[in-house]
């Protein structure tokens, strides 16, 4: 095993063993995988709890004690924790913006009413020729059959 791959994101921080986001300064901390796909998957664990984090996977070298050495270029400058979390907020509210308010009502829960239409009268229709297949006639033979039973039954 020569590297590992490691994952990040767009604030230059890396997700650390018990999923937090670090500066990855502490390479000892990171999670780390050899493996693409556990990686991969990893990555998407991570961007369902912050969908607003683009994630990439960062393959590294590995040093002597077996931990990824990490680019200084993929590295960011020291800030403050809270500095980071402010860049980490949610994109899609803006500040200043009036909050969302639920609607007063729903109208999938009340349907409107249809309008009343009168029901047209069905346009009677008279058949021109007779139906070519006629209604199937009981077979004698077993009315034969019927009867000779009525018969014993009222002998007996």
């Not at 709890?49 to 994630?55: K, P, Q």
């Not at 402010?86 to 994109?91: F, M, N, R």
């Amino acid at each position: 095993m020569s590297h590992v791959y490691v994952l990040t994101n767009q604030h230059q921080q890396f997700l650390s063993k018990s999923s937090e986001w670090i500066d990855g300064r502490d390479a000892g901390r990171l999670f780390r995988s050899e493996h693409k796909d556990v990686a991969i998957n990893q990555m998407f664990e991570a961007n369902t709890r912050n969908v607003s984090l683009r994630i990439e996977l960062l393959q590294c070298a590995l040093n002597p004690k077996g931990q990824p050495q990490i680019p200084e270029g993929a590295l960011g400058e020291m800030q403050p924790v809270a500095d980071l979390e402010d860049a980490q907020g949610e994109p899609e509210i803006q500040p200043g913006s009036p909050e969302e308010m639920p609607p007063e009502s729903n109208p999938e829960i009340v349907p409107e009413q249809a309008p009343e239409v009168a029901p047209e009268e069905a346009p009677e229709v008279t058949p021109e020729e007779p139906p070519e297949i006629e209604p199937e006639q009981p077979d004698e033979a077993g009315a034969d059959d019927d009867g000779a039973r009525a018969a014993v039954l009222s002998a007996g």
